[in-house]
């Protein structure tokens, strides 16, 4: 059952099927006083819903102009085929328009690429409903790029942290900030998130920054609810988290070698009670997110990756 949840006037949390842990999978509907936008769209049954909440609220689905995606992981697209007949303008980073032409091959090549999975995360009920979108729907920024639907207005502003492509999204009248999954992921678990092969564990952090000092009135995460302010302990805690695992990296990087990161990582998860849902837990997740660590420690000068060996060692 999707269930919608109105925040501020003109902007409501979308929320389908909940995960294992009690996480969410929702989009944010915004109406505009003459457009309406969609932000991130985890599943065919939200976008159909959808659809059928903008005909009751006596509007036209047609109006609904912008379908935005915070990022490229398949549970932010994985229901676009619901607005095939209305093709909305899709907007994306710059950085997500290979995503979204390849599809579940630039996913599992570049995003995760776990070659000896991929046959399996292939087969995934999430992966196998990701297809390519035609490039001519496809609306890409660099920057910044704003999108007026009367009455409101949605600032796009990049931030690449948890994946590449990852943005915010500013509504400026309902004061709300869409971040996607550059918070946590999982609700209770603040070290309960992921940076991809292609994000950057420092353009993460510069994003918590950003958070502590942002002038809104909500932060709205995909998979949990909005945060109202004061939002203090809640940026406290994931800026903490997000140094506390890098720390801890450099530390077991320098005492006992990689092959235990990748054994604490693993842990790390079993210990916080986080459970990756299909795909992620196909595609070897708490790997990817050390790899991201360890690739700014050697930015810092810290840590240096041997081609020869194959591994990565303390300077």
């Known amino acids: 059952m999707v269930e919608f949840i109105e ?14 842990k009690g996480e969410l999978f929702s989009s944010y509907l915004i109406l505009g006083d003459e457009k309406i936008a969609v932000i991130d769209i985890p599943s065919h049954s939200i976008g159909k819903e959808i659809i059928k909440y903008i005909k009751k609220a006596g509007r036209d689905p047609g109006e609904i ?14 229901g676009m085929n619901a607005f095939a007949e209305i093709k909305p303008q899709v907007w994306v980073h710059e950085l997500g328009l290979e995503a979204l032409k390849e599809g579940q091959k630039f996913i599992l090549e570049k995003q995760f690429p776990f070659v000896s999975k991929f046959n399996l995360a292939m087969k995934s009920s999430l992966l196998s409903k990701i297809g390519k979108v035609k490039e001519e729907l496809v609306y890409t920024f660099n920057k910044s790029e704003t999108l007026d639907l009367g009455g409101e207005e949605l600032i796009l502003q990049h931030t690449g942290g948890h994946s590449a492509d990852s943005i915010i999204i500013q509504a400026y009248r309902g004061e709300c900030t869409f971040i996607g999954d550059e918070g946590n992921i999982y609700p209770e678990n603040y070290s309960a998130f992921f940076i991809d092969n292609t994000g950057s564990s420092m353009k993460r952090a510069k994003v918590l920054d950003l958070l502590s000092k942002i002038k809104t009135e909500n932060i709205c995460p995909t998979h949990q609810s909005p945060v109202p302010k004061p939002f203090d302990l809640y940026v406290h805690n994931l800026t903490f988290e997000h140094k506390h695992t890098k720390d801890t990296i450099y530390d077991v990087l320098l005492s006992v070698g990689e092959a235990k990161i990748r054994y604490i990582a693993e842990e790390f998860c079993k210990i916080l009670g986080i459970d990756w849902n299909t795909p992620f837990d196909e595609l070897g997740v708490e790997e990817t997110t050390a790899t991201a660590f360890l690739r700014e420690l050697e930015n810092e000068g810290l840590v240096e990756y041997e081609s020869h060996s194959l591994r990565w060692k303390i300077i």
């Open 65 to 78: 102009s912008y379908l935005i995606l915070t990022h490229t992981h398949p549970d932010h697209w994985a």
């Open 7 to 20: 925040w501020v006037s003109g902007i409501y949390q979308v929320i389908g099927d909940k995960g294992k």
